[in-house]
């Protein structure tokens, strides 16, 4: 059971409402952790104001697996959950894919770099070296690209931190860290 309670849509505060409704129309649902950020509407305008600008950053299958490789770093079974679920659904990625994608890796080499690097940022919290800057430089990856990785494992690592702080309740259908492939 959640830590903080998540509040139900009419209990989030007036000035969260719009901010879920959008989500609610994009999404057809509100998931447990958009109506918990809900809860402060400071942190939600936050939110979804930077995983809005990131949706522009690199493609959708690049972004799904960095976030599965973010969560698997930080061991949050509900961002693991949600994005196994959108990595499937939403970006077309296969079970094997993800697998390899918690691991830090893709069969994909360019989206492998991309893959690695976030990991590595997640796991050494930025202190990475030039070699690994060189790799993901390597694969293809601009600097203005390298920073959007960065800004993707920041994202990601707000919703892992928040998730693991509160136990969110998983409202998607259950993927856990501990069971990595």
């Not at 936050?46 to 950053?57: D, N, R, S």
């Not at 994608?101 to 770099?113: E, L």
């Amino acid at each position: 059971m959640s830590r903080l309670p998540i509040p139900t849509l009419d209990a989030v505060p007036e000035a969260s409402k719009p901010i879920l409704d959008t989500v609610r129309k994009q999404v057809g649902v509100v998931p447990n952790l958009f109506r918990l950020i809900g809860t402060s509407p400071i942190a939600l305008n936050a939110y979804t104001a930077f995983q809005g600008a990131l949706g522009k950053a690199l493609d959708v299958k690049t972004r799904e697996r960095i976030a599965l490789a973010v969560a698997q770093v930080n061991g949050c079974d509900y961002c693991l959950s949600a994005h196994s679920y959108l990595a499937m659904n939403l970006a077309k990625i296969s079970p094997e894919e993800i697998a390899l994608n918690r691991q830090g890796a893709s069969g994909d080499a360019k989206a492998n770099a991309a893959v690695n690097f976030a990991s590595k940022v997640t796991a050494q919290r930025g202190h990475v070296d030039d070699a690994d800057i060189a790799m993901v430089r390597d694969a293809g990856f601009s600097d203005a690209q390298i920073v959007e990785i960065v800004a993707l494992v920041a994202e990601n690592t707000f919703t892992n931190y928040l998730n693991e702080v509160t136990k969110t309740d998983i409202d998607f259908p259950v993927v856990l860290a501990k069971d990595a492939a």
